[in-house]
């Protein structure tokens, strides 16, 4: 029997495949070898094909599979622009998913922080990152791309005497340019869970 997840991954691939850009590969950015995509998602080697989604070992019908064909299907031309960096509510409509965000994408970690600051280099690894733009703030933070041209900046408090840890979580400038604002939401949530069994 086929899950609500797996119905919407194949209603958008059928979406993506019944009237295919021509520059889908490039504006992935990705390689495409017939029919098949190739593109790195969420730390791991993506294949989308017109009858599914696999990431790593995977097929996928879950939220990753949503927000992966979600990607492909508002893929452009437009370069990512990271700077400045944008709170997730600041993008338009977003209200309904800012206590959701916080609550899975930056609270989910602050238990971890200490854990995090430790794996840095393996986290910045797996997930294309690279040092977070000077200025950001924080004890630590980095970027990181859990698709290719959506980018997470994550800022670190450690613990004091006065203070509890605290993360902060941004977005690439244009990040709603290539997934809308639900999507975004989700992306923040899971790449936080990758980040979370990168450190164990």
Not at 62 to 71: M, P, R, T
Not at 97 to 117: C, D, N, Q, R, S
Request: charged fraction near 25%; hydrophobic fraction near 40%.
């Amino acid at each position: 029997m086929i899950d609500n997840y797996e119905k919407i991954v194949q209603d958008n691939l059928n979406q993506l495949y019944g009237n295919l850009p021509k520059d889908l590969a490039k504006n992935l950015p990705g390689e495409q070898d017939g029919e098949r995509f190739i593109l790195d998602a969420f730390g791991e080697k993506c294949l989308i094909e017109p009858k599914g989604i696999t990431l790593g070992d995977e097929k996928h019908s879950s939220v990753f599979g949503i927000l992966i064909s979600l990607y492909a299907l508002n893929a452009c031309p437009d370069v990512s622009v990271p700077t400045p960096l944008k709170a997730f509510k600041e993008f338009p409509d977003s209200m309904p998913y800012v206590g959701a965000f916080a609550t899975h994408t930056e609270k989910l970690i602050v238990p971890h922080v200490p854990k995090i600051k430790k794996s840095v280099l393996t986290i910045t690894k797996t997930l294309k990152g690279e040092e977070a733009p000077a200025g950001t703030g924080g004890d630590f933070s980095f970027i990181v791309y859990p698709l290719p041209k959506i980018a997470l900046c994550y800022i670190f408090y450690e613990p004091d005497d006065d203070f509890p840890a605290s993360v902060t979580c941004l977005y690439s400038n244009n990040a709603l340019l290539f997934l809308p604002v639900d999507g975004l939401a989700d992306v923040g949530e899971y790449c936080s869970k990758k980040i979370l069994k990168l450190i164990k």
